[in-house]
């Protein structure tokens, strides 16, 4: 397992359209098993593939232990697709591996089943997942369209967000 680079917002590479994963292979498992490293890394609960540069559609997500510990709820969705929203919308503190150190409400639904395949390429479901579940998986799936939470703060957040970050991804290269 690799931790790989993390795209940072505002890079446009976030917004690039991703693709289905098709061949469930050696490859795919490597990917996945990358993407959980850099997801730990750097104390992430759930990324998609286009936050380190790679435009399929895949997602992990880790949801912690009361402690904060990590690695009971492992899971690894490929080609994941939202089947319901359902439940009050509530609004919750949201972070990214793309948007370090910033975080901010989002109104998302308490309620989300999601569809998707397997590392084998088996068809499962998560059925009604509710709490911090529901919100990563909305949040996560959100990558997968090119969506960074931050689209969903005022025009006037986002603007200063986005001169902030794009300082800093100068300042990086
Ligand atoms: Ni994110």
Same mark, same amino acid.
């Given at each position: %397992? +690799?931790?790989?680079?993390?795209?940072?917002?505002? @890079?446009? @590479?976030?917004?690039?359209?991703?693709?289905?994963? #098709?061949?469930?292979?050696?490859?795919?498992? +490597?990917? #996945?098993?990358? %993407? =959980?490293? +850099? %997801?730990?890394?750097?104390? $992430?609960?759930?990324?998609?593939?286009?936050?380190?540069?790679?435009?399929?559609?895949?997602?992990?997500?880790?949801?912690?232990?009361?402690?904060?510990?990590?690695?009971?709820?492992? !899971?690894? !969705?490929?080609?994941?697709?939202?089947?319901?929203?359902? $439940?009050?919308?509530?609004? /919750?503190?949201?972070? *990214?591996?793309?948007?370090?150190?910033?975080? @901010?409400?989002?109104?998302?639904? /308490?309620? *989300?089943?999601?569809?998707?395949?397997?590392?084998?390429?088996?068809?499962?479901?998560?059925?009604?997942?509710? $709490? !911090? =579940?529901?919100? *990563?998986?909305?949040?996560?799936?959100?990558?997968?369209? $090119?969506?960074?939470?931050?689209?969903? =703060?005022?025009?006037?957040?986002?603007?200063? =967000?986005?001169?902030?970050?794009?300082?800093?991804?100068?300042?990086?290269?």
């Amino acid at each position: %397992m +690799t931790a790989r680079n993390v795209v940072f917002y505002p @890079d446009p @590479d976030l917004r690039a359209p991703n693709r289905p994963v #098709t061949e469930f292979n050696a490859e795919l498992e +490597t990917l #996945t098993s990358d %993407m =959980l490293e +850099t %997801m730990y890394a750097h104390d $992430g609960i759930g990324l998609a593939a286009p936050q380190i540069g790679v435009h399929q559609n895949v997602v992990v997500i880790d949801i912690p232990e009361e402690d904060g510990s990590q690695g009971k709820h492992q !899971l690894i !969705l490929i080609n994941p697709r939202i089947t319901e929203l359902a $439940g009050e919308e509530v609004e /919750s503190e949201e972070g *990214c591996l793309s948007v370090p150190e910033y975080r @901010d409400k989002v109104t998302r639904h /308490s309620i *989300c089943s999601v569809s998707y395949q397997d590392l084998e390429g088996k068809e499962q479901s998560i059925e009604k997942a509710e $709490g !911090l =579940l529901a919100i *990563c998986l909305q949040h996560e799936l959100d990558h997968l369209q $090119g969506k960074v939470f931050v689209d969903y =703060l005022s025009r006037l957040k986002r603007s200063r =967000l986005q001169k902030k970050y794009a300082k800093l991804l100068q300042d990086k290269h």
